[in-house]
């Protein structure tokens, strides 16, 4: 995985997609410092600052908040556990009378609440204050926590040979053993779990004083929603979460991610002009990862940073994890053809250069590799994995992720913590038809433990922003929902619009 100089997402075209808003890298970030002396109130310290939105296409806004800092237990209910901290960012509520304060749970997990309310999800951020306050949260072990887990150093993987699970697990398993054996003696690395970072909340709300939250979650963020609502559904006041990801749903089934890319596929062959360029995409597509498997192909491409120029070996997996990538967000899939279309045809250059970018400099966050690895997967969903990446097109997404794990020193939260979750708890539930992350049947695999649970779906939308910025009937149900109304449970997109060569 990549981890950029903007903290909220780790990764580009990594085997275990993250979500969570990096708007930029720009260093002077989205806290431009105090404006006031901090006030300590037992483990939480508040100090009011400047801050400023980063994202790099509009001019930049700068506005009052406050800043957080909560000392926890790194092990609840442990009292000789060390002290760590966990951050966040309060925008005051616009509200003549205010409901409970709203925390956003940012994605990944790695992910950062508060650059993603830095970024181009700031108007969002903005209008939830009518609502009541909008905390910007970063979970333990993320950026400016203390302590910010990234794994020191890099790993990168051989370019003189395809991807393949026995080379990239011996490419990866001495890094992953020296990050483990360095936070490991730095940190109780078993603590890092959606459990403990649930409890975190609880004790976020106790230091604020609020009689409930309310939980805005995204992707990994809804995971740890709803271990929250598991262990505390009296101190929820209502939950939106959007890209759902269920207590079983670490790992991604390629039946469902394969329903996506057919799914584009249908849209491709119903757009005239894309179908005239592609009339058979997702054929055209399994023959060339046919060619590749059988017979990878060795380019030549210039390195995207220094322009020297390299020799790499490209096989299938590179195609599936570009494709895969692709699929990430609506504008992403619009321009599917405008990059695939020569790969398909021959010319390997593109899908060269991200494979390149894909496997060199990898780095890591151990806070991510300790939740996702905890969390875990029933073995029937292990089953159903094993059974569906024999025939799917897109094989298994999970390969980095049980790799990260067969090499990480994890206490796995068992098949108790993975079951369905059930509450009286209010819930919009958020999907998008093209997410291939966090698919819809996700949502409906969670509603039933949800008598009073709203399921929004998004026709035509992907991951990531899609979820919430890709039309404003989507802002208009959240606080429809908020205030306590019913919201839309339909939200119909254009048709997607393929850009060509």
């Not at 060619?291 to 322009?307: F, I, K, Q, S, W």
């Not at 390149?356 to 151990?366: F, G």
Request: with cysteine; hydrophobic share 40%; net charge negative.
């Amino acid at each position: 995985m990549k981890i950029p100089t903007c903290p909220a997402t780790l990764a580009l075209l990594a085997l275990i997609p993250l979500a969570g808003g990096c708007a930029s890298s720009d260093p002077e970030g989205p806290i431009l410092g105090p404006t006031g002396p901090a006030v300590v109130e037992g483990p939480l310290t508040r100090t009011p600052i400047r801050f400023s939105t980063t994202e790099h296409r509009f001019r930049p806004t700068v506005l009052v908040a406050e800043e957080g800092r909560l000392k926890v237990r790194e092990r609840h209910g442990d009292p000789e556990s060390r002290e760590i901290e966990v951050h966040f960012v309060r925008f005051a509520s616009t509200a003549e009378l205010p409901g409970p304060p709203i925390v956003y749970l940012a994605g990944g997990p790695g992910g950062s609440g508060t650059w993603s309310a830095s970024g181009d999800r700031f108007p969002l951020f903005q209008r939830m204050r009518e609502v009541g306050d909008v905390i910007a949260y970063d979970q333990r072990g993320t950026w400016s926590t203390e302590p910010y887990t990234v794994c020191p150093g890099a790993w990168s993987y051989p370019l003189d040979r395809p991807p393949e699970e026995e080379t990239l697990r011996a490419a990866a398993a001495p890094f992953l053993e020296e990050c483990a054996r360095h936070w490991g003696e730095r940190a109780d690395l078993s603590a890092y779990n959606t459990v403990e970072s649930a409890e975190d909340l609880e004790a976020l709300r106790v230091a604020l004083g609020a009689e409930k939250l309310t939980l805005w979650g995204i992707s990994y963020g809804t995971h740890l929603a709803l271990a929250y609502i598991r262990a505390h559904p009296d101190r929820v006041h209502r939950a939106i979460l959007a890209g759902v990801e269920g207590p079983d749903h670490t790992y991604k089934l390629p039946a469902r991610v394969d329903a996506v890319l057919r799914r584009v596929d249908e849209a491709i062959r119903a757009d005239p002009r894309a179908r005239a360029a592609a009339p058979d995409f997702l054929g055209s597509l399994e023959a060339l990862l046919t060619r590749l498997e059988n017979e990878p192909a060795t380019v030549r491409v210039d390195h995207p940073e220094t322009g020297e120029t390299m020799t790499i070996v490209v096989g299938a997996e590179d195609l599936r994890r570009a494709v895969y990538a692709a699929l990430g967000e609506r504008e992403d899939i619009e321009r599917l053809l405008e990059h695939g279309l020569p790969v398909l045809e021959g010319d390997l250059r593109a899908l060269a250069s991200l494979a390149l970018e894909d496997r060199l400099e990898n780095r890591e966050l151990a806070m991510s590799l300790s939740m996702d690895c905890a969390s875990g997967a029933t073995e029937a969903r292990r089953a159903a994995i094993r059974k569906q990446a024999e025939t799917a097109v897109l094989g298994n997404r999970n390969l980095w992720l049980e790799i990260a794990c067969d090499n990480w020193p994890v206490e796995d939260l068992g098949d108790a913590y993975r079951s369905p979750v059930e509450a009286d708890v209010s819930v919009l539930f958020i999907s998008g038809t093209l997410d291939v992350r966090t698919p819809p049947e996700n949502a409906e695999d969670v509603l039933p433990g949800f008598p009073n649970g709203r399921h929004l779906v998004i026709e035509g939308g992907s991951h990531d922003d899609d979820l919430f910025l890709s039309s404003p009937e989507i802002a208009d149900a959240m606080i429809a929902f908020l205030r306590g109304g019913e919201p839309a449970e339909l939200v119909v997109l254009e048709p997607l619009r393929f850009r060509l060569p």
